[in-house]
T-cell receptor
């Protein structure tokens, strides 16, 4: 699987938008971009995924660059419950179903 | 409610002992996975199973064994051959289709006495 690069940590104020970046310059045309988050002492939780177009769901939005070499997870209004480690993962359409987790971005929300 | 149940939440092992971690899902998912997480690190795949009675090694299978006799269950045995078993173990399952996400349990924290 192609590799992703994320900042180790970020901080944001409560009730403000958060933009979490991810670089994936070696992405292939058949790789989906997945985002998961992990709260302390819990298993990861699916957030969102996309292929080429921007995506929205109840948790977040995913903005994908036109060349697909980077993407940004957007939390529109951060709450204290959004404090977690966020993982950006590339998942090939074909092949086995495993996810390759990096070290992610630790998001701290400031009250 | 549908979901994945891992038990126990905390487990202690004496050196030289095998221990088995339980993972049960009622989501009717075909695929199940076991990951290991060390402090400050991402998850690493131990074993996965895409169908009953079949499973494949992941990236760090040495010292571990699994079985998949039922669709709902995918137990992981940490054997005495695993020299550094202290870690957070996570089980996941996934429905059919490339767009389906993996659903994770809340993990089992294994420690050596």
């Amino acid at each position: 699987d192609a590799k992703t690069t994320q900042p180790n940590s970020m901080e944001s104020n409560e009730e403000e938008p958060v933009h979490l970046p991810c670089n994936h310059s070696t992405i292939s045309g058949t790789d989906y971009i997945h985002w998961y988050r992990q709260l302390p002492s819990q298993g990861p939780e699916y957030v969102i995924h996309g292929l080429t177009s921007n995506v929205n769901n109840r948790m977040a939005s995913l903005a994908i660059a036109e060349d697909r070499k980077s993407s940004t997870l957007i939390l529109h209004r951060a709450t204290l419950r959004d404090a977690a480690v966020y993982y950006c993962i590339l998942k090939a359409i074909f092949g086995n179903e495993k996810l390759t987790f990096g070290t992610g971005t630790r998001l701290t929300i400031i009250p | 409610d549908g979901g994945i149940t891992q038990s126990p939440k905390y487990l202690f092992r004496k050196e030289g002992q095998n221990v088995t971690l339980s993972c049960e899902q009622n989501l009717n998912h075909d695929a199940m996975y076991w990951y290991r997480q060390d402090p400050g690190q991402g998850l690493r795949l131990i074993y996965y199973s895409q169908i009953v009675n079949d499973f494949q090694k992941g990236d760090i299978a040495e010292g571990y064994s699994v079985s998949r006799e039922k669709k709902e269950s995918f137990p992981l045995t940490v054997t005495s051959a695993q020299k550094n078993p202290t870690a957070f173990y996570l089980c996941a399952s996934k429905g059919q289709g490339v767009r389906q996400p993996q659903h994770f349990g809340d993990g089992t924290r294994l420690s050596i006495l």
